[in-house]
């Protein structure tokens, strides 16, 4: 070891061709296994969405679209020759859900218009956004038990309508309305609100005519996203609004029902009874129409979740307002 | 609002309606304090009965609740806790790896447009409404996964969690997972694609140029950056599953034990399943109790994403 001028056997550290083979194995593995989890994915989206549009078809047409459920017997059909229909759900899920847009999208909006405009990230603010963050993690059962401890403490006991369901529902609305309006706003451009400033412009005009309107695309589409993710919620309005068979047009008053909650209970209510007189009547009496009328309605839902879903895509899309960055 | 400009505008000065504004604004936020605090008062009113009122009453409800296997709300709402939280971690379980898959297919693997479609297709995944899931999950699903639970049974039923006879059909805790599994996909992989594109790009082109695959490109310069971001996006996601109703509701075959025999049926049952399905025909005190449940599932989904927004703010720091 006295050699001032060790040689060195580079060859050792040239890495063996069966290592370099493992290491290609790996990543070709790890490749096949990225792939496989996407393909894994798409599976039971394209099943979810197939058997929906497969299944619902069969009895999605104009009567089905234009009756309630009154004077539905079994597996009977009814005098108007459908077998019973989801007006009154139809009618329950806009009106609940308006009812929970009346109450979220002024809060909603108008807290994130604090946030951003004169919170200037102070105590409160920080308390808000903890619990913005906590409200969107309630379940949304608890948000349905909710409501209906409030109305019942309230109001008087029994209260079950279809306003207590919008208020489970903007509970669940409120803090997706808040976080992305906040966003939106956050990115107004500050060039804009100081002109307004220096042209003598109060703050509350310079809120509502420049920033609201600056960020207005980006809040509608939130707003719109907002609303298909509360519009499909089963289990609160199943503790707030009830169910019913007739359509019921108060919202104050009154079970409603709603699609979502009229999907569950076809659902649950399994297979019809049938006569071995009614099967052979025409026309026939159906031993499977519940759940007809259940994947029926659940295909309605799912059009207008994804429409929704559409429009408040293309809204962002298309009305963006360009800034700088 | 628009009714608020138009008062202001015939003032002279915009000096009134700026206060008038102001006041509303803070008056939303303050509404957010005052309707959480609601929240949490409410429930603890409805729940108070179970605690005041005569305890034999309150046995007697628990008792009919559950055919005798339960007398006090501790022996009650043990075995549900233990199950939402052993369904909700089975679908984490499988959730956890396709999602990170997924992501990082969108994110480093797939040519650049696709990726924008494929998020789309995420997207969609979280928009399905989740009554439509349990229809699919109980009509679809539980006949055709019946045949696959039954082969792990039969060759791996010597785990105690695959203990057979597998049941038919299987409305079993193992295919209500698959399905929330299903429904957590989506928020998992939009967090952990989201951080991906933001791991540093040098790092990872250095990476490259020293000679690594590109598995080990994101094993050394990717998961690192990413790794409490993935953390907190599977505790959303578990938040998510913890609360989830429908899906429970309508496929599971509820039971009221301790057991973490997946593959059977009447073995666990869900705090919001549970809520769900007796809610209906509960008297005014089974209410209080089920709002008692209630409680204790806000409580446990609180402190999950009280977790991941403390290691969120961490990793920001």
């Known amino acids: ?325 | 609002m628009s009714s608020q400009t138009t008062v202001t505008q015939n003032t002279t000065s915009g000096k009134s309606g700026d206060k008038v504004f102001k006041g509303l604004a803070y008056g939303a936020g303050i509404m957010i304090l005052v309707a959480l605090a609601a929240v949490t008062l409410f429930l603890l009113v409805r729940a108070m009965p179970l605690l005041t009122g005569s305890q034999k009453a309150n046995e007697d409800t628990i008792v009919s609740f559950t055919g005798g296997q339960a007398h006090n709300f501790l022996q009650y709402v043990g075995p549900l806790v233990f199950g939402t939280i052993l369904i909700s971690a089975l679908a984490l379980l499988l959730a956890f790896p396709i999602s990170v898959g997924i992501a990082l297919f969108i994110s480093h693997y797939a040519p650049r447009k696709l990726s924008t479609a494929l998020s789309y297709v995420v997207d969609l995944l979280a928009a399905i409404p989740s009554v439509i899931y349990g229809l699919w999950g109980g009509i679809v699903l539980v006949p055709h996964i019946t045949g696959f639970w039954k082969w792990v049974a039969q060759y791996l039923g010597w785990i105690p969690l695959f203990k057979g006879p597998a049941a038919d059909p299987s409305r079993t805790v193992g295919t209500v997972s698959v399905v929330l599994a299903v429904m957590i996909l989506p928020i998992i992989t939009s967090v952990a694609r989201d951080i991906f594109l933001q791991a540093p790009r040098l790092q990872q082109e250095a990476a490259l140029a020293m000679g690594a695959t590109k598995w080990e490109m994101i094993k050394l310069a990717v998961l690192p950056f990413g790794r409490s971001g993935l953390i907190s996006a599977s505790m959303l996601g578990l938040g998510r599953a913890l609360g989830e109703t429908m899906a429970v509701l309508m496929i599971l075959s509820p039971g009221m034990s301790y057991s973490v025999k997946l593959l059977q049926a009447s073995q666990n049952q869900s705090i919001a399943a549970n809520i769900a399905a007796q809610f209906p025909e509960a008297n005014d005190l089974g209410v209080s109790t089920l709002i008692a449940t209630g409680l204790v599932l806000f409580l446990i989904t609180f402190l999950v994403n009280f977790i991941a927004r403390k290691i969120t703010e961490k990793a920001r720091a």
């Open chain 1, 1 to 325: 070891m006295s050699d001032s001028h060790p040689t060195i056997d580079f060859d050792k550290f040239k890495p063996t061709r069966s290592y370099i083979a493992a290491r290609k194995r790996k990543d070709w593995t790890m490749r096949v296994f990225i792939i496989a989890a996407f393909v894994i994915a798409l599976i039971p989206l394209v099943s979810v969405l197939w058997t929906t549009i497969s299944s619902g078809v069969a009895r999605l047409n104009l009567n089905f679209l234009s009756y309630n459920m009154s004077g539905v017997v079994g597996g009977n059909a009814t005098p108007s020759g459908g077998y019973g229909g989801i007006v009154h759900a139809i009618i329950g899920t806009l009106l609940v859900t308006l009812g929970s847009m009346i109450i979220s999208i002024p809060l909603g909006l108008m807290c994130a218009v604090y946030l951003v405009e004169y919170s200037h990230n102070g105590g409160l603010a920080r308390a808000i956004g903890l619990l913005v963050d906590v409200m969107s993690g309630i379940p949304s059962i608890v948000a349905g038990l909710f409501a209906y401890a409030l109305f019942n403490t309230l109001v008087g006991p029994g209260t079950v309508n279809g306003f207590v369901g919008s208020v489970a529902l903007s509970l669940l609305m409120i803090p997706t309305v808040v976080k992305t309006s906040e966003e939106m706003l956050k990115i107004v451009p500050n060039d804009l609100r100081e002109a307004a400033y220096a042209l003598g412009v109060t703050k509350q005009r310079t809120i509502t005519k420049i920033v609201l309107r600056t960020a207005l695309p980006g809040i509608v589409s939130g707003v719109i996203l907002a609303i298909a993710r509360v519009i499909g919620e089963t289990a609160p309005l199943l503790i707030a609004a009830g169910f019913i068979s007739t359509t019921n047009l108060n919202l104050f008053s009154g079970r409603m029902t709603t699609l979502p909650v009229y999907v569950y209970q076809e659902y649950s209510q399994g297979l019809a009874t049938c006569s071995a007189t009614a099967l052979q009547a025409t026309p026939p009496c159906l031993p499977q129409i519940r759940m007809e009328r259940a994947w029926a309605a659940a295909l309605v839902l799912i059009i207008i979740v994804l429409l929704l879903n559409l429009i408040g895509r293309l809204v962002a899309k298309l009305f963006a307002v360009k800034t700088e960055n």
